[in-house]
């Protein structure tokens, strides 16, 4: 059986969950649920990332200790999840005792690699984005590039990796691997990046400073760098490393039998893509690790023209919209209207028009069809003998499976949309109103409506990654115990199932009462 293992970033643990990460987790979980219709053995990793200034500090604001407020906001992104109906396989917590023996065993292998030195730093350091930024990057108004919050003039001994070191082997691998970093424009960021030399990498933080943090193993005076803390979370859920092990057992070098690693893809925002792009790489090189497959860095959700972030104040909650629309419209909105790598606002009218899609085209079709199968045949399917829109359904398999593969999924939702659409045509065009009138047309009308049933059932195979809900409640209408898989449906069999024709799935929604929310 294939495999597919992907990860979304875990997110900062201070504060709770916003559009922005419901944006990527959703992305994953229709990738995920997309390839265990394929039959796929997936492993689907999200979680909170726990440690640092960053951390340290909101807890401290709180008067709380940072654990106790970490527990609090991870099960506010679990219970956020489950709302969203995201189906992650592995929530981690880089506060687990399993992934700071992972942490532990990595910085130990990048020391007796010989790859780790003591020195004095002198930098501009962001609390915000707990990274260090160049002279460059901050400008002269001294400002975080990513928030434009002041940075910190940091003078202090760390702990570096000789990330210089690798600098050259990135290039040539992202030079041969020119997919290895989507969409081309990211790759280009980091191409261009690496165009300057390469500088090492500060991995660790005195405690007299940071004390929320993994230990070094062999200064315990320094806590490592939470970057590094919190990309190796992606190595702790593949089961690839084994901490209690001795060291040249450990799992450092190949991939070992029942070992996840390398993972297939790692989701991300394009905040966060140097972090992936550049450190992460040249520390597995480092550790001696395969590298990830895959790195996909998207846009942002932007209000207006501003990034919509935690630190700005200008989050939308992303359950708000639920209330009214229900989680599977949010989906689909989030999904359908961002671009895979591009930059996409929100805007109630934009949220209204894709809610209109499934109103008037998916919801239309689906309601039309069972009623005219409760109307005209007693709500029983009747048997195919010929299928109508055979063609225009392998055309919209084909250019789904095309889309979802160069991770394009909004044109994968357009097509299957407008499946919907030539459906309805299909339906004014045949017109079985008008064959339930006349004389001689039943078996006309038998094909006209197993063939809709039939379409209708594709849909629920298409729409099921991104509509979870939905899919399964037209599929349940159609008499099917679940949305079928791609694999199932050359020969699916829908001839004598019972239909219920129900409300409408997706119901129409007073505007006013939606912008009043
Ligand atoms: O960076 N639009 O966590 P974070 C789209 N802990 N996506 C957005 C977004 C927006 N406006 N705002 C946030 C961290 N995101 C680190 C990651 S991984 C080893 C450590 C999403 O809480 C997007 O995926 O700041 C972005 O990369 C991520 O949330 C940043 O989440």
């Known amino acids: 059986m294939d495999s597919f293992y992907l990860t979304t970033p875990i997110y900062y643990a201070s504060g709770p969950p916003h559009l922005g990460h419901a944006y990527t987790t959703i992305l994953g979980d229709v990738l995920a649920r997309y390839h265990r ?16 200034q960053k951390i340290q500090a909101a807890a401290a604001e709180a008067e709380t200790d940072p654990k106790r407020w970490c527990d609090d906001i991870s099960d506010r992104f679990k219970a956020a999840w489950r709302d969203l109906n995201v189906s992650y396989d592995r929530f981690i917590r880089t506060t687990e005792d399993e992934h700071k023996a992972v942490v532990w065993a ?14 004095e730093y002198v ?16 400008g002269p108004d001294r400002v975080d590039p990513v928030a434009g919050k002041p940075v910190e003039r940091i003078q202090e001994t760390n702990w570096f990796f000789r990330m210089s070191a690798f600098q050259e082997r990135l290039v040539r691998h992202i030079e041969e691997n020119p997919d290895w ?14 165009s300057q030399p390469l500088g090492d990498l500060s991995i660790s933080r005195p405690t007299s400073r940071v004390s929320w943090g993994i230990p070094l193993p062999w200064d315990p005076e320094h806590v490592a760098y939470v970057w590094v803390d919190a990309l190796t979370n992606y190595v702790t859920a593949s089961g690839q490393i084994t901490p209690d092990l001795p060291p040249d057992e450990r799992g450092f070098g190949a991939t070992r039998p029942g070992s996840r ?7 991300l925002g394009k905040d966060i893509l140097t972090t992936h792009a550049v450190y992460w790489p ?19 959700w932007v209000v207006g023209e501003t990034k919509m972030s935690k630190s700005l104040d200008n989050v939308v909650d992303p359950l708000y919209l639920r209330g009214d629309f229900g989680t599977d419209a949010v989906r689909w909105y989030l999904i359908r209207e961002m671009s895979t790598g591009q930059d996409a606002s929100y805007t109630p009218e934009r949220f209204f028009a894709r809610y209109g899609e499934l109103t008037n085209i998916l919801g239309n079709l689906a309601h039309r069809t069972l009623s005219m199968i409760v109307r005209y045949r007693d709500g029983v399917i009747p048997r195919l003998e010929g299928d109508g829109l055979a ?5 919209a398999l084909s250019a789904y499976h095309g889309s979802m593969a160069e991770y394009r999924l909004h044109d994968a939702m357009a097509a299957a949309m407008d499946l919907a659409r030539e459906a309805n045509g299909y339906v004014e065009e045949r017109e079985p109103w008008a064959m339930a009138k006349a004389p001689g047309k039943e078996a006309e009308l038998d094909e006209t409506l197993a063939t809709l049933g039939r379409t209708l059932a594709i849909l629920t195979c298409l729409f099921e990654p991104v509509m979870p ?41 007073e505007i006013e009462d939606a912008t009043d929310a």
């Open 469 to 509: 809900a939905k899919a399964r409640e037209l599929a349940a209408r159609l008499g099917l115990e679940e949305p079928p898989r791609f694999e199932d449906l050359e020969a699916l069999a829908l001839d004598g199932h019972s239909v219920v024709h129900g409300e409408p799935l997706f119901p129409r929604v």
């Open 37 to 52: 219709r394929r039959s796929e053995d997936v492993l689907f990793l999200t979680g909170t990332d726990e440690h640092g």
């Open 106 to 119: 990595f910085l130990e292998a990048l020391y007796e690699n010989g790859h780790v030195y003591e020195s």
């Open 123 to 138: 930098g501009w350091y962001s609390v915000g984005q707990e990274r260090y930024f160049t002279e460059k990057e901050i």
């Open 261 to 267: 690693w390398p993972a297939d893809l790692h989701l």
């Open 181 to 194: 970093i989507i969409p081309q424009s990211r790759k280009n960021e980091v191409l261009g990046f690496l």
């Open 282 to 300: 040249t520390l597995l090189m480092g550790a001696g690790l395969p590298l990830p497959r895959k790195i996909l860095a998207h846009g942002w």
């Open 391 to 395: 063609p225009q359904a392998e055309a």
